[in-house]
């Protein structure tokens, strides 16, 4: 009886110690604690082209909030949602709007395909449309399916992420409610 126990014991203090150091890989800045105005986790950061080939870097947004829209020519519910995307774009928000495509990651055209297809849809005019190459950031924010919408908060904190279609007033009202 003791020997059950005490197999029972080493193996419970195993999957214990195991779990203390579990620890989630992250590309974010360390930010001090005391400037976090928002609940959460510092956003990952990122660089990343736009199809116009200009540079966006996250980092040149400390102190502004950031809302970003993932998603994927290949679906639908994302293409029907472009044109309100873009309308939210195009008012003047507190805050910045990007939309990520990931070129050759979940079954997404590659990059010059997309920009050849891109340059034929309409009413895109305010978005600026981000390459995430190889899908690392889509899959550092959790993305796990299209489109997925993140909110970040002036002080770089990934408030939350949510999957599907989110109309332009509620992305105000989410947008609103963060500092």
Not at 78 to 83: D, I, N, R, V, Y
Not at 89 to 111: C, L, M, Q, R
Not at 119 to 140: A, H, P, R, S
Request: charged share 20%; net charge negative; proline share 2%.
């Amino acid at each position: 009886m003791k020997k059950i126990k005490f197999v029972s014991l080493i193996i419970t203090l195993v999957f214990v110690l195991t779990g203390c150091n579990a620890v989630a890989e992250t590309n974010a800045e360390p930010v001090d604690a005391s400037q976090m105005m928002n609940k959460g986790d510092v956003a990952a950061t990122f660089k990343l082209m736009d199809v116009k080939g200009d540079s966006y870097d996250l980092a040149d947004l400390a102190g502004e909030k950031v809302y970003i829209k993932f998603w994927a020519s290949w679906c639908p519910i994302c293409l029907a949602g472009l044109e309100e995307v873009n309308t939210l774009a195009g008012e003047t928000n507190d805050f910045k709007v990007f939309t990520i495509v990931s070129p050759g990651y979940k079954n997404e055209k590659n990059s010059d395909a997309f920009i050849k297809w891109y340059t034929g849809v309409e009413g895109v005019e305010n978005l600026t449309v981000l390459f995430d190459e190889d899908g690392t950031l889509t899959q550092k924010y959790g993305v796990r399916g299209y489109p997925t919408s993140a909110f970040i908060g002036s002080d770089g904190v990934l408030i939350k992420t949510q999957a599907g279609h989110i109309n332009n007033e509620d992305i105000q009202t989410e947008m609103d409610n963060i500092f």
